[in-house]
């Protein structure tokens, strides 16, 4: 099993443009989460989904958007991407949230 | 303040020494609780689960204190192999919304 993939690994981007970072897990887990991690800020939660067609709202939403369209993947889409998006972004999975999540080996994004 | 909060360090430890550091939390609703090690650059790995009771993994103890809302990491033995750090997670009762810690750093010198 490869677990939890993330692509790309980095990623440049000019103020404005868009772009998706990819989730794909092969756990056939339920539960799956983006998070990002700044220094000084710890993780924070983006958006999570407990299932194909559900997700919902993290801690800090604004300027991304996610789809769960399979059990397989969560795509996080930045939509217009400014300096302040510049951080480590994680993709976690769980089977059910009690038992933890394996995580993604991370997109660092930097935003110029 | 924080939802859940750690002492940052770092905790400078003799190889062979035993450290010990705490996280409080803030939601008393909460569900279940977890270390996870964060190398520098890398993903968080899940050290350990932490049950009511308080749980061994090898040299690895961790204990919860539901009343005073707070759990604690004990290493015994360290490694320099141990020097990472270490993120209290907290999961709320909807069972799917992680809230990290800001970590502890632990540094193992020989």
């Known amino acids: 099993n490869a677990g939890v993939t993330q692509t790309p690994k980095f990623q440049v981007l000019k103020t404005g443009q868009s772009m998706t970072l990819q989730c794909a897990q092969d756990m056939n887990h339920e539960y799956m989460s983006w998070y990002r991690q700044d220094p000084g800020m710890g993780l924070r939660l983006i958006h999570y989904?407990?299932?194909?067609?559900?997700?919902d709202q993290g801690e800090v939403p604004n300027g991304y958007n996610v789809s769960r369209s399979t059990t397989e993947d969560f795509p996080l889409r930045l939509l217009s991407a400014a300096p302040s998006q510049t951080s480590v972004y994680f993709c976690?999975?769980?089977?059910?949230?009690?038992?933890?999540?394996?995580f993604g080996s991370g997109t660092r994004l930097t935003v110029v | 303040r924080k939802e859940v909060e750690q002492d940052p360090g770092p905790f400078n430890v003799p190889e062979g020494a035993t450290v010990a550091f705490n996280c409080t939390y803030s939601n008393s609703a909460s569900q279940s609780f977890f270390w996870y090690r964060q190398d520098c650059r890398k993903e968080p790995k899940l050290l350990m689960s932490v049950y009511s009771s308080g749980n061994e993994d090898g040299r690895f103890t961790a204990q919860l204190n539901r009343a005073s809302q707070y759990i604690s990491l004990l290493i015994r033995d360290s490694k320099l192999s141990d020097s990472a750090t270490y993120l209290c997670v907290v999961n709320e009762a909807a069972g799917n919304k992680l809230t990290f810690g800001g970590g502890t750093r632990v540094l193992v010198k020989p």
């Open positions: 989904s407990v299932g194909a067609g559900i997700t």
């Open positions: 976690a999975s769980s089977y059910e949230g009690h038992y933890g999540y394996t």
